[in-house]
């Protein structure tokens, strides 16, 4: 037989598990914090920028379309050669770093917005001074052998990366990351809540009774605990008290 739960059930099985749910939740966004502020390395972004345009002067407007629409065919090559090993490891040697070409290509991207003629080069590294002189390099040691490799001198720089008095990591994102956890340790928790609940078959009410047993329930037994022992001692004891002075006082008055 197919068994159901109803929406009922559910607030029931939320509200006894409640502490559980909580504690995870807070737990799992806690934890999240600690790690993201004091076990993740911080990187930091450098963003450089060059224009592809022709350095002859054109006077009539078709051929400058011409050379624009050239141009902006040429970025998707450039965008390529930029992470070529030729490029990048001559930015290596100049740089004197350590690394090879395939880690620092996994550090930069090269795009431009909209088929526009402004390509941005971003760096990314843990120290924001050596992002802003990976992007920097990379950009000059390509507009230094794109007139030797295509044969075109269509490259200005047009912004260089600066180093910020304050740099700001654009990873790790803490409230991001404690997002995540708090609604994972959120779903973690009512899971555990609902999965303990499923493998909890003890019989605890009349209804446990009906559906386990199939039989009717003819009486219930009251738990009494020490606080209720304690609190009938105490009205019996005053019970008889009063008791005992009205039969006092009756004696009297007779």
């Known amino acids: 037989m197919e068994e159901t739960i109803s929406l009922k059930e559910i ?9 559980l749910i909580l504690s995870l939740t807070i737990g799992a966004t806690l934890i999240s914090g600690l790690v993201t502020i004091f076990f993740i390395t911080p990187i930091y972004q450098a963003n450089s920028q060059f224009l592809v345009n022709q350095n002859n002067a054109q006077t009539e407007s078709a051929v400058e379309l011409n050379d ?3 141009n902006v065919e040429l970025i998707n090559t450039y965008n390529v050669i930029i992470k070529s090993n030729r490029i990048l490891n001559e930015v290596i ?3 004197d770093l350590t690394i090879s070409s395939n880690v620092l290509s996994d550090k930069l991207s090269v795009g431009n917005e909209d088929n526009s003629q402004v390509v941005t080069v971003t760096a ?3 120290d924001p001074a050596m992002a802003v002189t990976i992007a920097n390099t990379v950009v000059e040691v390509f507009q230094d052998q794109i007139d030797e490799l295509m044969k075109v001198d269509n490259v200005s720089i047009l912004n260089e990366a600066q180093l910020s008095a304050n740099p700001s990591p654009v990873s790790p994102n803490l409230t991001l990351n404690a997002a995540i956890a708090f609604v994972l340790g959120a779903m973690v928790g009512v899971g555990l ?5 499923f493998l909890d078959t003890s019989v605890k009410t009349e209804d446990d009774v009906e559906k386990v047993l199939s039989l009717p329930v003819i009486g219930v037994v009251s738990h009494i605990n020490d606080r209720d022992l304690a609190v009938s001692s105490h009205v ?19």
């Open 236 to 254: 019996a004891a005053r019970t008889t008290r009063e008791r005992g002075s009205l039969h006092g006082k009756a004696k009297k008055t007779s």
């Open 68 to 70: 624009i629409r050239t």
């Open 124 to 126: 990314t590294d843990p």
């Open 193 to 197: 809540a609902f999965l303990l609940e």
């Open 93 to 95: 040697n100049e740089l």
């Open 11 to 19: 607030v029931q099985v939320i509200r006894k598990r409640l502490g």
